[in-house]
């Protein structure tokens, strides 16, 4: 007599579709905070103004920019929800391990980075619609040769990178519950350390690192490695851990 | 009251309005109806906005930033230019605004409504016995926009012995559709520039040699050396 010998990948695809349907309310609240965001962006995601005598000038800028960064915090939020304890129970009823337990919940999160990077960016054009027939005011469009498709995929890498962070933060909170209070104190500490010293907070520094970088290969290097790297420190914690903790 | 003023508030509504029904009836399986309706409609309506972005982007006109001008120095040269009587080499565009005027009147009263003090350049002339009148104005640049175009220049009626410049309360609002932050990662573009600069008018008056000006309050007048 043998027993059937269910492969990683089988086991992997299984929970994947599982989470995509047990988490479909993550999409429900993208929706939201989508929607949030455009609401706050109806009135321009930055604006100017200014004059002088008889002239005032008031220039309003219309950008997804809100969008997408409501999006990374979804995209922060969801990635830890994915590591709590309601979420993992659910994985009992199947054949699992932590491995495919985390791989399954890294398939889902790259499938969430998908679509918020797309509605993100769809959202942009809905924002410049619902400005354009109900808004009156003279519109221009900065000249600019950027491709719909880039500023997608730029979005999906940078919600990849914030689900990675998301999930090492979740998987360094299951392992210990300090962790509730030293990851907070460790961004507001490196703040305040920052004035304190006079020096560009350590933060700023990691920000600049990816924001700043120019070069598409560069780039999508950095994020790429960096969402790898977190993300493989997340599963060797979560191994680590024991069975039904 | 404009629409977009209640589409928040709409907008919230309706999502409430969802929320509730969906607390209400508590089953899994009707919160999971709602979220794939909710996932269909809103993908729905992205798809359809973003098929409208062709025909705005046609309605509206495309922007670029021009190179801020050095104000001051464009002030100095202009007023140079001005206080010497060479308008014919002041560079054309400064110039917003031209007309001429037959007057017989021996005193010319001068008024003004504009908030800022119109600075006025008076050339006397033998040549004729009209009022030539010249409005100059350094282009007025905003976040890096260019807008001369948009302003207004100063409206000049001559009634009897008075000159009213009259100055119209100008609001331009504009609204500039941008890419995100996401399309501009691999530019090295600098953010939005948050400046002003330009947008003074100056007033250049070509009269007859024998009148009389009299300055009205809030006008300021300089009289060419001849």
Known sequence: ??????????????????????????????????????????TGSTSS??????????????????IIIFTLIWSLVTAITITTKPNRKH???????????????????VTSCIIGGVTSILAGNLLRVVNFLFYERDYYSLSDD?????????????????????YIIGSLVQFNKIF??????????????????QKE??????????VLETIPFLFVLKIVLTSGVLFTIAIQIFNRLEVRR | MSILAILPIVTLLFFGCILIIAFKLGKQIFILKITHWLLLAYTAVLLLASGFIPVIMGETKSV????????????NELHEKLSNGDIGEINPDYLIGESNYNYSQEMLKIDSNSMSTPLIYIERSTENHDISAFVYMIPMVADGFELTGKLKPYQLEIEE??????????????????????????????????????????????????????????????????
């Open chain 1, 180 to 197: 509730v209070f030293l990851i907070p104190a460790f961004v507001v500490g490196t703040l305040f350390w920052g004035g304190y010293t």
């Open chain 2, 161 to 226: 012995n008075k000159l009213s410049i009259v100055s119209t309360r100008q609001d331009i609002k504009l609204g500039i559709f941008s890419s995100s932050f996401t399309a501009k990662q691999f530019k090295r573009e600098p953010g939005n520039e948050y400046s002003f600069s330009g947008g003074s008018q100056y007033l250049y008056l070509r009269v007859p040699e024998d009148l009389k000006i009299e300055a009205g309050e809030g006008v300021s007048v300089k009289y060419l050396e001849g």
């Open chain 2, 64 to 75: 670029e930033r021009t190179a801020a001008l050095d104000e001051g120095e464009a002030e």
């Open chain 1, 49 to 66: 103004s200014m004059g002088g005598g008889d002239v005032s000038v008031e220039i309003q800028y219309f950008t997804a920019d809100v």
């Open chain 1, 146 to 166: 950027s491709h719909i498709i880039n500023e997608m995929a730029v979005a999906f890498l940078y919600l990849l990178l914030m689900s990675s962070i998301g």
């Open chain 1, 91 to 109: 994985e009992f009823s199947f054949v699992t391990n932590r491995l495919s337990s985390s791989l399954s919940n890294i398939m889902f999160l």
């Open chain 1, 1 to 42: 007599m043998s027993l059937p010998k269910a492969s990683l990948i089988d086991i992997v695809t299984k929970q994947y579709l599982y989470k995509l349907k047990a988490n479909i309310d993550a999409f429900s609240s993208l929706i939201g905070i989508q929607l949030l965001a455009l609401l706050l962006s109806f």
């Open chain 1, 201 to 210: 907070p350590f933060l700023t520094d990691v920000f600049q690192f990816y």
